[in-house]
């Protein structure tokens, strides 16, 4: 009895940690009109509260990936989570933009922490295929749960303007910390403990079939990020949706990948898992035809703009379920590393592209589809060498 509850309340706090890191981003969103207006900010600058956030994750996760594989989970989880609240508390008490900026890049810095080891908790644990049934469960309820974020975040800047944002991401952080004292078990510590420096990366990238998971992972994760960071501003500013209605549309996209996540981990383990990310490909091209469609009509329609990336969103739930807790157990000794460049090369490209955006970006959703469609396009070719590949697919059949 006691054992069962002890991991159930392990569940929980992955869980939470899972939400801390959805919500960091998609909460505070619905906000950025109003911190346009208030900081009298351009485009450019308002995306670099999303790109300093990103930049700050960036050096933090490889330093976490070392330190978790050499000294444990747990320990590393409570620093950046303290680093976290005192993000936290700047963007919350701040008098400039400046002071904004810094705490969003220490709240990137302290969020890598259970960004990256959350899961890891789980594959300490339990065989492959438990462990793709559980990413999908705890991504569906995650997800389901940044679906909702900007909807909450839109009614919280409504009635609380953007500080209530901060103050509830605060919250949620001492909360987490909490429980992560209580209920994080100590992980066991290889006998063998390398030197922590960027030598211990070097293995990852020697590895052809791994970094080929690796760089799948990371073209597949880019274009919801595009979308995400771009669709405040072409929303609410130009195609003129209201804040009330703002965060349906955004949270729509993660409310069905949460939704399509929870259902598959029902399945995942019944089914030929090569024939399963075929299906995801097929997906992929769909995806890529319904975006090109609205990105050279140029349409000024969100309900068309949405339905248009919903395809690709409901094509990532098989592949990202399936490979990365694969590309996990590919170097078991070195999970804290490789779960550190998928994020790190997931979150540089993200912050690079939003960037490029927020520059180029012309009042309409034309130049933001287009690079969309490229990492689209991207990520199906690369899901193709994945499935080709034959140590990959060897590999998954014997786990």
């Given at each position: 009895?006691?054992?069962?509850f002890?991991?159930?309340?392990?569940?929980?706090t992955?869980?939470?940690?899972?939400?801390?890191?959805?919500?960091?981003?998609d909460l505070?969103v619905?906000?950025?009109?109003?911190?346009?207006?208030?900081?009298?900010?351009?485009?450019?600058w308002?995306e670099?509260l999303?790109?300093?956030?990103?930049?700050?994750?960036?050096?933090?996760?490889?330093?976490?990936?070392?330190?978790?594989?050499?000294?444990?989970?747990k320990?590393?989880i409570?620093?950046?989570?303290?680093?976290?609240i005192i993000?936290?508390?700047?963007?919350?008490?701040a008098?400039?933009?400046?002071?904004?900026?810094?705490?969003?890049?220490f709240q990137?810095?302290?969020v890598?922490?259970?960004?990256i080891l959350s899961?890891?908790?789980?594959a300490?644990s339990?065989?492959?295929?438990?462990?793709?049934?559980l990413?999908?469960?705890?991504?569906?309820?995650?997800?389901a749960s940044?679906?909702?974020?900007p909807?909450?975040?839109?009614?919280?800047?409504?009635?609380?303007?953007?500080?209530?944002?901060?103050?509830t991401?605060?919250?949620l952080?001492l909360?987490?910390?909490?429980?992560?004292?209580?209920?994080?078990?100590t992980?066991?510590?290889?006998e063998?403990k390398?030197t922590?420096?960027?030598?211990?990366?070097?293995?990852?990238?020697?590895?052809?079939?791994?970094m080929?998971?690796?760089?799948?992972?990371?073209?597949?994760?880019?274009?919801y990020?595009?979308f995400?960071?771009?669709?405040?501003?072409?929303?609410?500013?130009?195609?003129?949706?209201?804040?009330s209605?703002?965060?349906?549309?955004?949270g729509?996209?993660?409310?069905?990948?949460g939704?399509?996540?929870?259902?598959?981990?029902?399945?995942v383990?019944r089914?030929d898992?090569?024939k399963?990310l075929y299906?995801?490909?097929?997906?992929?091209?769909?995806?890529?035809?319904?975006?090109a469609?609205?990105?050279f009509l140029?349409?000024?329609n969100?309900?068309f703009?949405?339905?248009?990336?919903?395809?690709?969103i409901?094509?990532?739930?098989i592949?990202?379920?399936?490979?990365?807790?694969?590309s996990?157990?590919?170097?078991p000794?070195a999970?804290?590393?490789?779960s550190a460049?998928?994020?790190?090369?997931?979150?540089?490209?993200?912050?690079?592209c939003?960037?490029?955006?927020?520059?180029?970006?012309?009042?309409s959703?034309?130049n933001?589809g287009?690079?969309?469609?490229?990492?689209i396009?991207l990520?199906?070719?690369?899901?193709?060498f994945?499935i080709k590949?034959r140590?990959?697919?060897e590999?998954s059949?014997?786990?």
């Open positions: 009895m006691k054992q069962s002890a991991k159930g309340m392990v569940l929980v992955v869980i939470l940690m899972d939400l801390l890191v959805g919500t960091e981003f505070f619905p906000s950025f009109p109003e911190l346009q207006s208030q900081f009298n900010l351009s485009p450019f308002v670099a999303l790109s300093v956030n990103f930049a700050g994750y960036c050096l933090s996760l490889f330093f976490v990936g070392g330190l978790a594989d050499r000294y444990g989970r320990p590393i409570l620093l950046g989570l303290m680093i976290f993000g936290s508390l700047l963007c919350l008490w008098p400039s933009y400046e002071f904004l900026l810094s705490g969003r890049f990137g810095v302290g890598a922490a259970p960004a899961f890891l908790i789980i300490d339990y065989p492959l295929k438990k462990q793709q049934s990413i999908a469960m705890l991504g569906g309820l995650m997800n940044v679906g909702a974020a909807v909450i975040g839109s009614y919280i800047t409504l009635y609380f303007h953007w500080q209530g944002n901060f103050i991401l605060l919250i952080g909360a987490t910390f909490v429980m992560t004292i209580l209920f994080i078990p992980h066991k510590l290889p063998h390398e922590l420096s960027l030598h211990g990366y070097i293995p990852l990238f020697q590895s052809m079939p791994l080929l998971l690796i760089v799948h992972i990371v073209f597949m994760f880019v274009p990020w595009i995400v960071g771009m669709s405040p501003l072409l929303y609410m500013e130009d195609l003129r949706v209201s804040l209605h703002f965060g349906y549309y955004q729509a996209l993660a409310f069905v990948y939704i399509g996540s929870i259902l598959f981990s029902l399945i383990t089914y898992q090569k399963m299906i995801s490909n097929q997906i992929f091209i769909a995806g890529f035809i319904s975006v469609l609205v990105t140029d349409s000024a969100p309900l703009i949405t339905l248009a990336f919903l395809p690709f409901l094509g990532q739930i592949p990202s379920t399936i490979l990365y807790p694969l996990l157990s590919f170097m000794q999970k804290g590393r490789i460049v998928i994020q790190g090369g997931r979150l540089i490209f993200s912050a690079l939003l960037q490029l955006a927020g520059y180029f970006y012309e009042g959703f034309r933001i287009i690079m969309i469609m490229g990492f396009a990520t199906i070719i690369t899901l193709f994945v590949n140590e990959l697919m590999f059949r014997e786990q």
